[in-house]
């Protein structure tokens, strides 16, 4: 298919999932605004290489002034936000007695109510072109619980139920709302718990085997070369009833 004259907005796009993401929407035609912290060089790099338009905007998602500025800046230099992919998201691993408050309000505020306050800015371009596409990356842990993960588990789960109301308020429209709920990503997210693991004492090799023995029956990360040819299929004609949707991509995870 082609997006060719579509905008996507993918944020936490720097590296990761967000910007295997990219690639594949800019692989289609689209132009990409980018969103992230840190270095975003190397990134606009890959992209441009696509040939399409592309741009970057720093905004921390935690801050609602940011966000709006970022779609300030995405209508200012791009004209629309055609397809948006809600992709930013931190974590913490503590008990609930042990979790520290400050960690909490920021997961929720990255992980969710950014999810919401994207969402409210792009809907209304999109029903005015009555076209769009809305894609969370939400998490197997929106579907099931992990101990240590309260924050990351209870945002996740408010994201499959925004993708829900979205997908229902949107039902008679060109546009659509869908979550992906991909299993363990070789991300710097889970690398850290892979580290955690080596720290204590386990070779690297072998503490990666463990983590995706607990739960993935595949044995194998899910990739986000994976996570971006479904957002691409979920931007298609052939995606366009698939409404309020949480599609797990988790190497049979779910099925156990």
């Known amino acids: 298919m082609t997006l060719n004259g579509k905008t996507a907005l993918v944020t936490g796009s720097t590296s990761g999932i967000g910007l295997g993401i990219a690639q594949v929407l800019a692989a289609a035609g689209a132009n990409i605004i980018l969103n992230g912290f840190g270095d975003a060089q190397p990134a606009l790099a890959e992209i441009a290489r696509q040939g399409g338009k592309v741009a970057h905007h720093p905004a921390d998602l935690s801050n609602v002034a940011q966000i709006e500025d970022l779609f300030a800046f995405a209508l200012r230099e791009f004209g629309s936000v055609d397809i948006l992919v809600n992709n930013a998201g931190i974590q913490h691993v503590a008990p609930v007695e042990a979790f520290p408050v400050e960690a909490w309000d920021k997961i929720i505020a990255l992980n969710l109510s950014a999810v919401f306050h994207g969402s409210r800015l792009a809907l209304p371009g999109m029903r005015a072109r009555n076209w769009g596409r809305i894609i969370n990356i939400a998490s197997v842990h929106g579907l099931v619980g ?72 595949s044995r194998a990360f899910v990739t986000p070369q994976h996570l971006g040819e479904l957002v691409l299929f979920l931007c298609s004609e052939a995606g366009s009833q698939v409404r309020g949707a949480a599609w797990n991509v988790d190497g049979g995870w779910l099925a156990q």
Do not use: M
């Open 146 to 217: 992990s101990t240590g993960k309260a924050a990351y588990v209870a945002a996740k789960h408010g994201v499959i139920g925004l993708t829900k109301v979205v997908g229902l308020e949107t039902a008679t429209s060109n546009v659509t709302c869908n979550a992906i709920c991909p299993g363990w990503v070789l991300t710097p997210l889970v690398q850290e718990q892979i580290d955690a693991r080596a720290a204590a004492g386990v070779d690297p090799l072998q503490a990666q085997e463990d983590l995706l023995a607990e739960k993935q029956p």
